[in-house]
């Protein structure tokens, strides 16, 4: 069995007055792929902000390669090794692709390392390559969301988190982003969570499923077995 990278315990979450995670549990080995499944609301985003920090969890914990979740604050979990490409891309529409991707970069301070990373993330999209000095805001949805995966890869994460990476795109891209996920889990042995609503794509580049409703997991299986009798669980959550 593979070493427990991320594992969250009893984790309760919310937005001011209001509670949205109840009692979150759930684990990822270290280079596993792990979708979380719900509908709207079920409260999929709001955990993958906790566990980087953007939220505090107001009981619970949340343990990272071994270690206490280090103040809620999410540079020091940034630099620890967690990564979040948000809903919605999060590019800088002003600046040009490259200068995005030295910017997912900006915990690491060593040049050679770095421009070493820039190279395999380029090589990981060469089309990134053909519109380096491009700024990001004229690019295609897709090629914003694979600039936001690059970003998010550019520190070397150990786990990076994806939360609807598919949202907005045409059904030939959200197969081809989705694909990317087995490509970086495969090539750098990263691990990811992956958050998404398409999901039959999901369980197909997933090693294990939860299924979150009403700000709790009611189900947790390996993603073959939930994707081989879909149409017998999914409506009942």
Do not use: C
């Amino acid at each position: 069995m593979a070493t427990v990278l991320l594992e969250l315990e009893g984790i309760e979450s919310g937005y001011g007055k209001k509670t949205v995670l109840q009692g979150v549990a759930l684990r990822v080995h270290e280079a596993e792929v792990v979708t979380v499944l719900g509908h709207n609301g079920a409260g999929k985003s709001t955990t993958l902000k906790t566990i980087l920090g953007l939220l505090p969890a107001r009981s619970g914990q949340v343990r990272f390669a071994g270690k206490p979740w280090a103040n809620g604050d999410p540079a020091d979990n940034v630099r620890r090794g967690m990564a979040l490409v948000p809903q919605g891309r999060g590019v800088f529409p002003d600046l040009t692709v490259i200068e995005n991707l030295m910017l997912g970069a900006y915990t690491r301070r060593d040049p050679p390392a770095t421009e070493a990373r820039l190279r395999e993330v380029i090589e990981l999209f060469p089309l990134l390559a053909e519109r380096r000095s491009q700024r990001a805001g004229t690019l295609s949805g897709g090629e914003q969301q694979m600039l936001a995966v690059g970003m998010a890869l550019m520190p070397r994460p150990r786990l990076m988190m994806m939360d609807e990476p598919s949202i907005g795109l045409a059904p030939v891209l959200v197969q081809r982003v989705l694909e990317t996920v087995r490509q970086i889990n495969r090539r750098f042995g990263t691990a990811i969570i992956l958050v998404e609503q398409n999901i039959k794509t999901a369980l197909g580049v997933a090693d294990r499923a939860y299924v979150m409703k009403s700000g709790r997991v009611v189900l947790e299986r390996p993603a073959g077995e939930l994707l081989a009798a879909r149409d017998s669980w999914w409506e009942l959550y």
